[in-house]
């Protein structure tokens, strides 16, 4: 089947605005990971859905920052007022199973650009 | 808090030249240790894992030993090729908590023909 999709590949939006990021999981998969990949480093953790509850959200950088997921399906992650450091390309990740050896798979990412 | 150190890129090698990309690891737990693979263009994907000490984790001729008394997940290759190019990332998921993967910096490795 289908991966991991996530929309759009690319984002540019001026500072301070608000944007929309979308990541549809792989069907079935009831546990749903958001990540912050910044220029040179490695992954940081965002937030994390258990079907559509998020139990853990302090990875999230700022109050800017928020998340939801629909029907245990859908998920987005929008940040308001945009600043120049939230430039990075944020991954959402999916698997079937929450336990700590699951595979996690992962979509190609939003690539954001603030100017 | 638990931490992953992997060995900074670029790194360069020839074509069939052994690999060794270092990582460690520090954890209050028991975590499952995983290599990731980005090539280029295309998104994260899992190389290979081990779920406990002493375990290898081995795909597409890489290898990995889960070792705790070093708290080292070492990825080796005995012959890489042009293909092989990409970032490769070491992370750990902890037994505790949401199961989120921990991540290193990621190394890149560039495949010379």
């Known amino acids: 089947g289908a991966g991991v999709s996530q929309s759009p590949s690319n984002k540019v939006t001026e500072k301070g605005k608000d944007v929309e990021l979308r990541c549809d999981p792989i069907?079935?998969?009831?546990?749903l990971y958001w990540y912050r990949q910044s220029l040179g480093q490695g992954l940081e953790f965002l937030i994390y859905f258990q079907g559509n509850s998020a139990p853990d959200k302090s990875g999230l950088p700022s109050d800017r920052f928020s998340a939801e997921r629909t029907g245990g399906s859908v998920s987005t992650l929008t940040i308001q007022r945009t600043q120049q450091e939230d430039s990075a390309v944020y991954l959402c990740?999916?698997?079937?199973?929450?336990?700590?050896?699951?595979?996690?798979?992962f979509g190609q990412g939003t690539r954001l650009t603030v100017v | 808090g638990d931490s992953v150190t992997q060995m900074e890129g670029p790194v360069t090698l020839s074509e069939e030249a052994f690999l060794t990309i270092n990582c460690t690891y520090t954890a209050t737990g028991y975590p499952s240790l995983f290599w990731y693979v980005q090539y280029p263009g295309e998104g994260l994907q899992l190389l290979l894992k081990?779920?406990?000490a002493d375990d290898k984790g081995s795909n597409k001729g890489f290898e990995a030993t889960y070792r705790k008394e070093t708290t080292s997940f070492h990825l080796e290759k005995g012959s890489v090729q042009v293909s092989d190019s990409a970032v490769y990332f070491c992370?750990?998921?902890?037994?505790?908590?949401?199961?989120?993967?921990?991540w290193g910096a990621g190394t890149k490795l560039i495949i010379k023909p």
């Open positions: 081990a779920t406990k």
């Open positions: 990740a999916s698997s079937p199973l929450r336990t700590p050896s699951s595979e996690a798979f």
């Open positions: 992370a750990l998921s902890d037994r505790e908590g949401n199961y989120q993967l921990i």
């Open positions: 069907s079935g998969h009831t546990a």
